[in-house]
């Protein structure tokens, strides 16, 4: 016999409610929080984007362009 049952949600199913306030229209958010929000993410991604690159990073990178002339 065949159980006809629909599934239920899987374990690896995400949560269909946001953490944060995604589901609010724009409009409805305030613009002191996006201004916000959007300093922090500058000030994180400045201080990555400054960092000089690692040499294994260089070597590979200067291989790579090696291999690409070679072609």
């Known amino acids: 016999m065949v159980d006809k049952k629909a599934p239920g949600p899987s374990?690896?199913?995400?949560?269909p409610i946001p953490a944060d306030d995604s589901?609010?229209?724009p409009k409805k958010r305030n613009p002191n929080v996006k201004d916000h929000i959007g300093r922090q993410l500058r000030a994180l991604y400045d201080e990555v984007a400054n960092q000089p690159v690692p040499d294994?990073?260089?070597?590979?990178?200067?291989?790579?362009d090696e291999k690409s002339g070679d072609e």
Request: charge should be positive.
């Open 11 to 15: 374990p690896m199913t995400p949560n």
């Open 23 to 25: 589901a609010v229209p």
């Open 56 to 64: 294994r990073f260089m070597e590979l990178l200067n291989r790579l």
